[in-house]
């Protein structure tokens, strides 16, 4: 019976111990989850707070952020809506200028030319569109922004994107030296991919914000 | 002779040989080949053409909004292209008015806004508080004329297709210019929507507003005055 007991007794203490520790894990992995959807929410609350909520403040030029453009060299659905958010604020006079930024692969497939083309066949001067070649990257369309605003004695810009990214452009011009840029984004038709995009967004800030791409110098021109 | 001395003096936009060349995908397309043209004030011309024919390119030359690599584009007799980019940016803000297929409305801005706010943003803001009443006065004028009276203080998304062309009309016109181009204006809407567009270009033209207007649609371009075809980069008479 004292064997039992004993036994019972010496099986049961590590058992309880696991158990105890299994619980504690729970307890750490359950706060880390709360705390990670906190963090999280807070987060997209913000993407979405700066995305949606536009600065529509006159501005001396847009930067309209490149994007997929299709073979025949037309802009692919991501651009055609920043685009055409870009003709809004350009034909109610909100801006006066455009930096069309974006990236170019080859000789045939070139961003910021297929940017300039929609602009100029919905009304914009083919001399008031600067086109930057460079803008391989958020940051690279930035830093390129900032050279061409001093070299074009442009004080004032407004991005134009789509609303979940905004917050990092905004993040990136700032990292450039641009503090007090204006906002507006793209009429984006609702659609499941907005879920990838605010996913790789969230990624993508983190990496900004504690990469120190300054460090990497002035890129493209 | 006073007759020919007359007409001359009539005319308000000619153009000299305009040669256009743009470059696609490592090709050379010569777009514009020798382009002659003359319009009277108060004259209705449409273009017609087929798609990539370019009489969208021959409207922006028209318009300021791009220079030709070879002519001249002579509004009331001078080149609108001698004075510098300001000389055309003032051509354009002052003496042109555009209509394009598609609106471009600000989406968060009534119908009125949308049509007040590039006389805000023409007049500066230490002249607007002086001015703030006129513009507002043109705009709702402007916008009650084209039917528009119970539209004012509605946004784009509450409005039709046609409603909105309208509201696009109103802000092309609200600072009175001598020339109104369009750009395929009835391209994005319906038969009838679009005979109610042209309806609104007839008005304006019989009240003396000078348009040019290019389409790829006979039906549309009937309604004008004169028609003129564009086929490989020149013009030819219809």
New interface residues.
């Given amino acids: 019976m004292d064997q039992t007991t004993q036994s019972t007794t010496h099986g049961s203490a590590p058992t309880a111990s696991r158990r105890s520790l299994r619980q504690r894990g729970r307890t750490v992995l359950r706060r880390a989850i709360a705390l990670f959807t906190l963090w999280l929410s807070v987060h997209v609350a913000a993407m979405l707070w700066f995305g949606l909520h536009?600065d529509?403040r006159?501005a001396d030029a847009a930067v309209v952020l490149g994007n997929w453009v299709e073979a025949d060299?037309s802009p692919g659905p991501l651009l055609k809506v920043r685009l055409?958010r870009a003709?809004?604020?350009?034909?109610?006079?909100?801006v006066k200028k455009f930096i069309v930024s974006g990236a170019t692969w080859g000789?045939?497939y070139n961003e910021p030319a297929a940017m300039k083309r929609y602009l100029?066949?919905?009304?914009?001067?083919?001399?008031d569109i600067i086109e930057d070649e460079f803008g391989s990257n958020t940051y690279h369309t930035a830093l390129n922004a900032r050279i061409t605003m001093r070299a074009r004695e442009i004080e004032t810009v407004m991005i134009i994107s789509d609303f979940y990214h905004i917050m990092r452009t905004r993040l990136a011009f700032s990292l450039a030296g641009i503090d007090d840029a204006r906002s507006a984004h793209s009429?984006l038709p609702p659609q499941w991919g907005v879920v990838y995009w605010i996913g790789r967004e969230t990624v993508a800030f983190y990496r900004y914000l504690f990469h120190d791409y300054r460090a990497q110098g002035v890129i493209g021109r | 002779m006073a007759t020919a001395t007359a007409t001359s003096s009539s005319v308000i936009l000619r153009t000299t040989s305009l040669h256009k060349t743009y470059r696609m995908g490592g090709e050379d397309l010569h777009v514009l080949r020798g382009v002659e043209m003359s319009l009277q004030k108060g004259e209705w011309l449409a273009v017609l053409g087929a798609s990539g024919s370019g009489k969208s390119t021959l409207l922006h030359l028209l318009g300021g909004l791009d220079r030709p690599d070879q002519g001249s584009v002579l509004f009331g007799g001078e080149d609108i292209f001698a004075n510098g980019s300001g000389g055309v940016d003032r051509y354009r803000n002052t003496t042109v008015g555009f209509v394009f297929q598609f609106y471009h409305l600000l989406p968060e801005l009534t119908a009125l806004e949308n049509v007040v706010i590039c006389g805000m943003i023409g007049n500066g803001v230490l002249a607007w508080p002086g001015v703030r009443a006129k513009v507002r006065a043109r705009a709702t004028e402007m916008l009650e004329r084209l039917g528009l009276k119970d539209r004012l203080h509605h946004k784009p998304s509450k409005l039709s297709g046609g409603e909105r062309q309208r509201v696009a009309i109103a802000r092309a016109l609200a600072h009175s210019p001598a020339l109104l181009l369009a750009d395929e204006p009835t391209g994005n809407l319906d038969a009838n929507t679009g005979g109610q567009i042209l309806d609104v270009f007839r008005e304006f033209h019989r009240a003396g507003q000078t348009i040019v207007m290019v389409t790829h649609d006979a039906r549309v371009a009937a309604a004008a005055d004169r028609r003129l075809t564009l086929e490989a980069g020149r013009l030819a008479g219809a």
């Fill in positions: 536009d529509l006159p060299g055409d003709l809004e604020v350009y034909h109610a006079r909100l000789a045939d100029i066949a919905n009304g914009v001067p083919a001399a009429n």
